[in-house]
């Protein structure tokens, strides 16, 4: 335990500490260090790539931004954990620790480790799924859809409407729509809807927070039809600190009081460990329900492993469970929130459009609005991001046209509702100084907004083209 945590004081409002320079809790006792290149390197470097983040070398990147998934920096404590992982096959003391630490958190006694978010998903989903059922959602997030409408079921997400607009400020953008799951229960009927996840913070609607009115209301209606209640929990943390700081009369709560107070109201709980669980691997899927967490168990025997460590070695579990500690830290949270709203803050200064308000682990720029003049069927997005490593080695990804633009019956370009650029931020790796340089970028990239030509694909796949596509610039 760290020693603040002894100190029963409140957690200082963002007012209390607004007017200092937002400081890393943490100091640094190992490095990694970071190749800066020049221009005209990075040039030949995206030349390479064909003009695609994601076949760029890491090395040949300076601050990486493509994703928090995996990417964050243990503590000393769980490097210690590393060491005092037992390996045991079965009932191994490290699988006490997380199992123990889980059961705390979530009031759930079935825990089942994974070796991602998305392993809990395929064990849980199949089980539930099949022909002719529904999933409803706040937002699916990516691999949980495809893991729904890979076994034959449908996935359909329910944002409320102030997160349509990207623009104007709403203190929980993450919810659901109370109205449309209550008349989908009506159209469906209770048999036919194997689940309602919500998906907490919002990922794929920017990182926004969900609200313990909104989740307390979505277990009402699961009661009244007798519905599972799922929470895609992975990043509960910074959801707490958003309720904690908006949602009237949690001012006083603890991070975690208010991750167990919600985590409480779900039959279930999954959780890729990669974002919130602070490690590099991992996930985990809890359970209310001794019946069905049998059915999971016998899944998860066949496919990820025993039930004392499912996909994970006795190191990933001890580190995890240390992880599911600190990141409730409460010097953690808020430097964490704020240091990714600072980044968001500091470019909507600048004239940069930005979705709105800032979400926990990402910032997102509306390229559609930033080059006005490239065609949305020559990706501004892609411009974007390639321009930010051209100028900067900054790396992030396209989240637009690239990612889920269609074609139409004569080939043409269907493009997305928006074209967003994402720069999610690692957690615990980069400093205020790296964020301030990634800002300074924006300087120039201020000077290039005026550019008419983005890109076109010259080489694509048949799914999930944003990752292998190749691109060229048009002139
Ligand atoms: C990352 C993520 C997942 C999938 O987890 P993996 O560990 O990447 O398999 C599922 N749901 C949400 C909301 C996520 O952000």
């Given at each position: ?80 954990g590393?060491?005092m992982g037992d390996e045991s096959y079965a009932g191994a003391r490290s699988w006490e620790h997380l199992e123990a630490v889980v059961q705390n958190?979530?009031?759930?006694q079935y825990v089942l480790p ?192 025993f039930t004392t460590y499912g996909?994970l070695?006795g190191r990933d579990m001890e580190a995890l469970a240390i992880?599911l ?151």
């Amino acid at each position: 335990m760290y020693l603040c945590a002894k100190i029963n004081l409140p957690i200082p409002s963002i007012m209390s500490q607004k007017m200092r320079t937002l400081t890393e809790p943490f100091k640094i006792k190992m490095v990694e260090p970071l190749r800066i290149t020049s221009e005209a390197y990075r040039q030949a470097a995206l030349e390479k790539a064909g003009y695609n983040p994601f076949l760029l070398r890491s090395n040949d990147v300076f601050i990486d931004l493509l994703t928090d998934s995996g990417t964050g920096a243990m503590s000393d404590r769980q490097w210690a954990g590393i060491m005092m992982g037992d390996e045991s096959y079965a009932g191994a003391r490290s699988w006490e620790h997380l199992e123990a630490v889980v059961q705390n958190l979530t009031g759930m006694q079935y825990v089942l480790p994974t070796h991602q978010g998305r392993a809990a998903e395929r064990i849980l989903y199949s089980i539930l799924g099949g022909k002719g059922k529904v999933f409803i959602s706040n937002t699916h997030f990516d691999t949980t859809r495809a893991n729904i409408e890979y076994v034959g079921s449908e996935a359909i997400d329910i944002v409320c409407k102030e997160a349509c607009d990207v623009e104007s400020y709403a203190d929980f953008k993450g919810n659901i729509d109370l109205e449309k799951l209550e008349s989908l229960v009506t159209q469906y009927g209770k048999d036919s809807i194997a689940a309602v996840i919500m998906t907490v913070t919002n990922n794929s609607s920017g990182g926004q927070p969900v609200s313990m009115q909104n989740m307390k209301a979505v277990r009402k209606i699961c009661d009244q039809h007798g519905l599972l209640m799922v929470i895609d929990g992975c990043r509960i943390a910074e959801n707490s600190y958003f309720v904690n700081q908006r949602e009237e009369g949690f001012a006083h709560k603890s991070y975690q009081e208010i991750a167990r107070e919600m985590l409480n109201l779900g039959d279930a709980f999954i959780m890729s460990a990669k974002k919130d669980g602070m490690v590099n691997i991992g996930g985990l899927l809890t359970l209310k329900d001794e019946s069905l967490s049998v059915k999971c168990k016998n899944l998860l025997i066949i496919s990820e492993g025993f039930t004392t460590y499912g996909g994970l070695s006795g190191r990933d579990m001890e580190a995890l469970a240390i992880g599911l500690d600190e990141v409730f830290d409460k010097d953690y949270l808020h430097y964490r929130i704020r240091s990714t709203a600072y980044l968001g803050e500091k470019l909507k200064e600048k004239g940069i459009p930005v979705v709105w308000p800032i979400g926990g682990h990402a910032v997102y720029i509306d390229a559609k609005k930033l080059y006005a003049n490239v065609p949305v069927d020559e990706y501004p997005g892609q411009a974007l991001v390639i321009d930010l490593y051209l100028k900067g080695g900054i790396r992030c990804v396209e989240v637009g046209s690239v990612m889920f633009g269609k074609y139409n019956d004569q080939g043409k370009l269907v493009p997305a509702v928006n074209e967003l650029v994402r720069m999610a931020i690692p957690r615990r790796v980069y400093t205020q100084s790296h964020i301030d340089y990634v800002l300074d970028i924006f300087d120039d990239i201020l000077e290039l907004k005026n550019r008419k030509k983005g890109f076109k694909i010259t080489y694509e796949p048949p799914f999930l083209r944003h990752f292998t596509a190749h691109f060229q610039p048009v002139n």
